[in-house]
């Protein structure tokens, strides 16, 4: 359920009708770049302590970790090239939430049912 919170909050920085700040393209590397190494230290630190020898899978990983990297990666693609205009914000929200809800609730059922 975490990273589809994370997915709304991507959505909620990029659709906001503001101004956005000019980012310089080596401002926007150093972002990318740094999206990149906490994605790689995550993954490291739970493959280090929490995976046993041997596993096929990581364990531990959880979507929460990525957060900070998700707030870098949405630093580094704001522009006022791509903008998200609609005339009823609350109807796409309403979508939104609704298509977020049946990932999530699918993914429980799948998870645990199947």
Same mark, same amino acid.
């Given at each position: 359920?975490?990273?589809?919170? =994370?997915?709304?909050?991507?959505?909620?920085? #990029? #659709?906001? %009708? =503001?101004?956005?700040? %000019?980012?310089?393209?080596?401002?926007? &590397?150093?972002?990318? +770049?740094?999206?990149?190494?906490?994605?790689?230290? +995550? @993954?490291?630190?739970? @493959?280090? !302590?929490?995976? !046993? &020898?041997?596993?096929?899978?990581?364990?531990?990983? =959880?979507?929460? @970790?990525? *957060?900070?990297?998700?707030?870098?990666?949405?630093?580094?693609? #704001?522009? #006022?090239?791509?903008? &998200?205009?609609? !005339? !009823? %914000?609350? %109807?796409?929200? *309403?979508?939104?939430?609704? +298509? &977020?809800?049946?990932? +999530?609730?699918? *993914?429980?059922?799948?998870?645990?049912?199947?």
């Amino acid at each position: 359920m975490d990273l589809y919170l =994370q997915y709304y909050i991507l959505y909620l920085l #990029s #659709s906001e %009708k =503001q101004d956005v700040e %000019k980012i310089e393209k080596k401002t926007r &590397i150093v972002l990318f +770049v740094i999206a990149f190494l906490l994605i790689g230290v +995550v @993954y490291s630190a739970m @493959y280090l !302590n929490w995976t !046993n &020898i041997g596993a096929d899978t990581i364990d531990g990983l =959880q979507p929460r @970790y990525f *957060t900070p990297a998700i707030l870098c990666l949405a630093l580094a693609f #704001s522009n #006022s090239i791509i903008k &998200i205009d609609v !005339n !009823n %914000k609350e %109807k796409l929200d *309403t979508i939104l939430m609704c +298509v &977020i809800y049946v990932c +999530v609730f699918s *993914t429980i059922i799948l998870g645990f049912y199947a």
